[in-house]
């Protein structure tokens, strides 16, 4: 319960790189459970995580701007729908190197958004919980979907 009312204060009070970081730690924490769920023969949790990391995924690519961030967030979208596709890949094939390679890509872009600003160093990894929000359960944790950030 505390930690709910933490994350929920924490994504509320967050400025539009720490909610950057939230998703991508989110996200990243989605298919780690993924993955684990893989190994554990959790067909239905395994579902429900690489479900929540779509949406995540989906969530960070309709928060590029595409004036602002030119090259780097058409890369970017490119980057997310292969992402998109490799998690589908590992939970239709039930196979997860397909798992752990979008967990390797989620780690290499989550540290480079840690990277920004010192009030984003001392941002850890959150934790996979289920946080209630007023605008919907298929974001849990994530950051507002009207939101935009340039990426």
């Known amino acids: 319960m505390y930690k709910d009312l933490y994350q929920e204060s924490r994504i509320l009070s967050a400025d539009p790189i720490e909610l950057v970081q939230i998703l991508y730690g989110h996200t990243l924490n989605m298919v780690k459970d993924a993955r684990g769920y893989l190994a554990a023969g959790d067909i239905a949790a395994r579902g429900r995580s690489i479900s929540r990391a779509l949406a995540a995924v989906g969530q960070l690519e309709s928060t590029l701007d595409y004036e602002a961030g030119g090259t780097i967030s058409q890369n970017l979208a490119k980057l997310y729908a292969y992402m998109r ?19 390797g890509l989620l780690t290499t872009l989550y540290e480079a958004w840690l990277a920004i600003g010192p009030k984003a160093q001392a941002t850890p990894v959150v934790d996979a919980m289920p946080v209630r929000s007023v605008w919907g359960e298929q974001f849990v944790g994530m950051a507002e979907p009207a939101q935009a950030w340039s990426a």
């Open 85 to 103: 596709t490799r998690l589908l890949e590992g939970n239709i094939k039930q196979k997860d190197a397909p798992l752990a390679e979008v967990e």
